[in-house]
């Protein structure tokens, strides 16, 4: 399948704090919060949404193309991807500024405080697909970007029928609900967590029961609760998968819609796609940074055994890996 994974690459900066950002906030004091927690470490990472998505997917045996802007600095992280499976020849470097960074904060409950700097994603607005797809992709995915990129990238799908998994996450505070409600349009898949999704209705004024008539196949991912699929008016509960120690929660989403797009390539059920995604997921809880999570074919199938029943159906990773 012909996918092409848009959104930002970017570099992670992993601090934890240890206590809890809850018993800091004064709730009279909230109109003028000043702050700073100091942390007992920090990792730096490879990072960025869509970077995340499709280095999951690919080790799932999924050839993702990479689209997106990147800085002078990005030669390692290149290389880094390809060596997984990443097709990275539709990722633009941009000379004169640095790739994007991620600057994340985590305390003991897992609760999160994060900025993010743009750098060369700034410059993803300039560029299309039909920049660099002469071919029509079978499917587009549309994560954090640029606003105006994650915008046009929506508008160049509907126009050209190519359909686009929509992605809106780390976003949807900087999108506003008309930029929200008219990216997600035509979609022919939605995937946010439980907060996100209250925050999007609240912006459109659109309700839960309009997301779900609006969207062919709308995914809700709920943390330790597992995920809901929504399909035409079916609902679909998939359980978190069981983790061995919970070390960094940042880029569990973004693992869960690496696993969740390799089942949509393969065709399979939908619950088969979740309980896939909920496994990745898994894998990148019980690592610091979002892409230092492995494994091989036969491990992930052989885990994924001991939980599920694929009926057979994860069988195709198998011969995919056998015939590489």
């Not at 800085?71 to 633009?92: I, M, Q």
């Not at 022919?188 to 969207?215: F, P, Q, W």
């Not at 929504?230 to 070390?247: C, H, R, S, T």
Request: aromatic content about 10%.
């Amino acid at each position: 399948m012909n996918i092409v994974i848009t959104g930002s690459i970017a570099y992670d900066y992993l601090m934890r704090f240890p206590g809890r950002f809850t018993d800091h906030f004064l709730q009279d004091q909230l109109h003028q919060v000043s702050l700073s927690f100091l942390v007992d470490d920090m990792t730096k990472h490879w990072g960025g949404v869509a970077a995340n998505i499709a280095f999951t997917s690919a080790l799932l045996g999924l050839h993702p193309r990479l689209m997106g802007t990147v800085g002078r600095d990005f030669g390692d992280y290149r290389s880094w991807l390809e060596a997984v499976g990443v097709n990275t020849s539709t990722v633009r470097q941009i000379d004169e500024v640095f790739t994007a960074s991620f600057f994340c904060n985590t305390d003991t409950e897992n609760n999160q405080i994060a900025s993010f700097y743009t750098g060369a994603m700034a410059f993803a607005k300039d560029y299309r697909l039909a920049d660099v797809c002469e071919d029509k992709p079978d499917m587009v995915v549309i994560s954090p970007n640029d606003p105006l990129a994650m915008i046009q990238l929506a508008d160049e799908c509907r126009e050209r029928n190519i359909p686009f998994l929509y992605d809106p996450s780390q976003q949807v505070p900087r999108l506003t609900g008309e930029e929200l409600g008219h990216s997600m349009q035509g979609a022919h898949t939605m995937i946010v967590n439980a907060y996100e999704a209250e925050i999007i209705c609240s912006k459109t004024g659109k309700t839960m029961d309009d997301l779900r008539r609006e969207i062919d196949i709308l995914v809700i991912t709920r943390g330790k609760e597992g995920s809901t699929i929504y399909l035409n008016g079916d609902v679909i509960k998939i359980g978190a998968f069981p983790v061995n120690g919970i070390k960094d929660p940042t880029g569990a989403g973004d693992a869960f819609r690496g696993g969740f797009l390799r089942g949509l390539a393969a065709g399979w059920d939908l619950d088969l796609c979740a309980q896939v995604g909920s496994l990745c997921a898994s894998y990148v809880l019980e690592h610091v940074g979002t892409q230092n999570h492995r494994f091989t074919t036969n491990q992930f199938v052989e885990r994924f055994r001991s939980y599920y029943d694929d009926e057979g159906q994860l069988d195709v990773l198998l011969e995919t890996a056998a015939s590489a």
